[in-house]
């Protein structure tokens, strides 16, 4: 990381209930905020935005999205009344589209809860603008790496750059257990995952598919590992991570990683 530029993050956001339980990941958000208070917004690449091409949002209030089914009723009434950031939506474009990638600006948008939830607890008083940016439905390793990497000026600019999703993911995969101590296969992949992002190993971690353990089984649908190679990317060629957070609920994996 180049001196005065604020470090990109990868958080794993976990459970829409993750606000209203007392697990670790939660208190680890809490004390994140804090840490980057003078940031002049965030750009939030959230795993649960999918489209076919880079989209940003363009929006001054964006709506909080409840993208989610079958939780406690009081989740719904949550509302994260963070302002939006046109003019840096259409600068997120436009690095974008300079690095040869397609970028579509959507002015209707809000935020799913892949960001609102962890700005809820890193932000409490919703008072840094957010932007969000999707992930392509191709879930391609190498192009969600370019993604990031064409944003790496920001960081000079005083953006967060935040992916968020899911170290180890294991939705859609029939042996995961989401209670208890985690399975040995999510502690393998995790393991792989650490020793990768420390030591910054590009070819690993676009080839995890290939090679590392269990990969069928940590990231079935692999929506939830893309921001983390768009987190990665954005700290620019030679970036190593560093764990900041570490934690389990069952086979769910809530690593955080800073670039």
Known sequence: ???NQIPTIFISHGAPTLPLEDVPARQFLKELGPKFNKVKAVLCISAHWVTSIPTVNAVKRPKTIHDFYGFPEELYQIKYPASGDPQLAEEVAELIRAAEIPCQVDGQRGLDHGAWVPLMLMYPNADIPVVQLSIQSHLDPTQHLKVGRALDDLKSEDILILGSGGAVHPLGYSGAQFGGEPSQWAED???WLTDAVTRG????????RQLAPYPERAHPYPDHYMPLLSAFGAAGEGAEGSVI?????GDLGMAAYQF
């Not at 190993?201 to 995890?208: G, K, P, V």
């Not at 957070?245 to 609920?249: A, C, D, E, I, M």
């Open 1 to 3: 990381m180049v001196e």
């Open 245 to 249: 957070h570490h934690s389990w609920l």
């Open 201 to 208: 190993d590009e070819h690993l971690l676009t080839n995890y």
């Open 189 to 191: 992949f995790d393991e």
